[in-house]
């Protein structure tokens, strides 16, 4: 009898282990986001580190390993701004995709535009390891990866293999931007940065120029004034003389603002042991700094020159606040990692409603509202 009601307890067991198993898989394939933000993320951070599952996730989004997407972008969600058509205006940031190795699977997760780098002209290690460490209590991810680029040559012939590709998905309204840096061994800024134009130029459209990563010796010194002025005055000539009909728009302080990068600042309300690791902050503690920026960059250039926010975004609300600020466009990254790919549908499924909500028709003309309801109350 005891031998019999020990056989019926295991097979119980084995049945509802199964089944539990079963259950959990068919919440990962369909996408479901309180299972990935609340149990499948969590139990993946115990087990592997933030650059080992960095490396992992971008290799199984570029094989097409992703959840199911059923989401159809709604015409209100719809962007035209820098010359280009966005189906939405949820883009993936710099940094997740160093080497432009994941581009399909990541429109494939419902990004309306992806950014791929940094890249540097030369291949280069970037910083020492550990370089990428997780704030789980803030929810927040410190880095200072330093720049680690396969280099100018890998990535165009990753880029240039799918070159049609991209023409269909940037006719549709799924562009491509590529961002731009400089060796960390490099004398010449100008000439790094000219060389990633004439070689990336033509497959995207719209590039970065990013002079402000906190990882690489000496990159914040290019944001003077003058250093900036020549930095650009360069990069636009070679803008310029590329071939193509279409010149894509370079993005700093000329045609684009992306506002903001990561931040070297530590905010007093941080929590978690790995608060004081060197290198740049993103995720929450960023969103109000970088919201606020947004704001003020929109005030300086009157509204005139589009803004990409960037920061803290991990909802519908969030990215509403900055384009209510002044952005046109938002990327995220750091939500990715703990709420899973799930996140990006429903910060455009919330971004849908409270467009409504709040008597918008679309995206554009949330932009700056913040601004013209207080000119309207002055």
């Given at each position: 009898?005891?031998?019999?009601?020990?056989?019926?307890?295991?097979?119980?067991?084995?049945?509802?282990?199964?089944?539990?198993?079963?259950?959990?898989?068919?919440?990962?394939?369909?996408?479901?986001?309180?299972?990935?933000?609340?149990?499948?993320?969590?139990?993946?951070?115990?087990?592997?580190?933030?650059?080992?599952?960095?490396?992992?996730?971008?290799?199984?989004?570029?094989?097409?390993?992703?959840?199911?997407?059923?989401?159809?972008?709604?015409?209100?969600?719809?962007?035209?701004?820098?010359?280009?058509?966005?189906?939405?205006?949820?883009?993936?940031?710099?940094?997740?995709?160093?080497?432009?190795?994941?581009?399909?699977?990541?429109?494939?997760?419902?990004?309306?535009?992806?950014?791929?780098?940094?890249?540097?002209?030369?291949?280069?290690?970037?910083?020492?390891?550990?370089?990428?460490?997780?704030?789980?209590?803030?929810?927040?991810?410190?880095?200072?990866?330093?720049?680690?680029?396969?280099?100018?040559?890998?990535?165009?012939?990753?880029?240039?293999?799918?070159?049609?590709?991209?023409?269909?998905?940037?006719?549709?309204?799924?562009?491509?931007?590529?961002?731009?840096?400089?060796?960390?061994?490099?004398?010449?800024?100008?000439?790094?940065?000219?060389?990633?134009?004439?070689?990336?130029?033509?497959?995207?459209?719209?590039?970065?120029?990013?002079?402000?990563?906190?990882?690489?010796?000496?990159?914040?010194?290019?944001?003077?004034?003058?250093?900036?002025?020549?930095?650009?005055?360069?990069?636009?000539?070679?803008?310029?003389?590329?071939?193509?009909?279409?010149?894509?728009?370079?993005?700093?302080?000329?045609?684009?603002?992306?506002?903001?990068?990561?931040?070297?600042?530590r905010p007093e309300a941080l929590q978690d042991p790995h608060k004081s690791e060197a290198g740049g902050l993103s995720g929450l503690p960023l969103k109000d700094l970088s919201t606020k920026t947004v704001s003020e960059m929109y005030n300086l250039t009157k509204g005139k020159v589009p803004i990409i926010g960037i920061g803290g975004v991990a909802s519908g609300q969030d990215?509403?606040?900055?384009?209510?600020?002044?952005?046109?466009?938002?990327?995220?990254?750091?939500?990715?990692?703990?709420?899973?790919?799930?996140?990006?549908?429903?910060?455009?499924?919330?971004?849908?409603?409270?467009?409504?909500?709040?008597?918008?028709?679309?995206?554009?003309?949330?932009?700056?509202?913040?601004?013209?309801?207080?000119?309207?109350?002055?």
């Amino acid at each position: 009898m005891a031998g019999r009601l020990k056989k019926q307890l295991k097979d119980a067991v084995k049945v509802i282990s199964s089944g539990s198993l079963l259950f959990a898989s068919y919440l990962t394939v369909v996408g479901d986001e309180r299972f990935y933000a609340n149990q499948l993320m969590p139990l993946l951070q115990r087990f592997v580190g933030p650059e080992t599952a960095h490396v992992l996730a971008v290799k199984m989004i570029g094989l097409g390993l992703v959840p199911l997407n059923r989401y159809q972008d709604p015409a209100s969600l719809e962007v035209n701004v820098l010359g280009l058509k966005f189906k939405n205006p949820v883009g993936i940031a710099a940094g997740f995709d160093k080497h432009g190795e994941a581009v399909d699977g990541l429109y494939k997760l419902g990004f309306g535009f992806v950014e791929v780098g940094t890249i540097t002209p030369k291949p280069q290690e970037g910083n020492p390891k550990p370089r990428v460490f997780r704030l789980t209590a803030d929810q927040a991810v410190i880095n200072r990866y330093g720049f680690n680029s396969c280099g100018l040559a890998d990535v165009r012939t990753r880029l240039k293999a799918r070159e049609k590709t991209q023409q269909e998905c940037s006719s549709t309204g799924l562009p491509l931007g590529i961002n731009l840096g400089k060796n960390k061994l490099s004398h010449d800024a100008a000439a790094d940065y000219s060389e990633g134009v004439r070689a990336l130029g033509p497959l995207a459209d719209y590039l970065v120029v990013n002079v402000s990563s906190p990882n690489t010796p000496g990159l914040r010194d290019l944001q003077g004034k003058a250093e900036l002025r020549q930095l650009l005055r360069t990069v636009l000539k070679e803008r310029d003389a590329l071939q193509e009909i279409q010149k894509p728009p370079v993005l700093l302080g000329v045609d684009g603002l992306m506002v903001s990068n990561t931040t070297v600042s530590r905010p007093e309300a941080l929590q978690d042991p790995h608060k004081s690791e060197a290198g740049g902050l993103s995720g929450l503690p960023l969103k109000d700094l970088s919201t606020k920026t947004v704001s003020e960059m929109y005030n300086l250039t009157k509204g005139k020159v589009p803004i990409i926010g960037i920061g803290g975004v991990a909802s519908g609300q969030d990215a509403m606040d900055k384009i209510r600020a002044g952005a046109s466009l938002v990327q995220l990254y750091t939500a990715l990692t703990f709420q899973g790919p799930p996140v990006v549908t429903k910060i455009k499924r919330e971004l849908e409603q409270l467009l409504k909500d709040q008597g918008f028709s679309c995206v554009s003309e949330a932009v700056g509202a913040d601004h013209s309801e207080a000119e309207g109350k002055s």
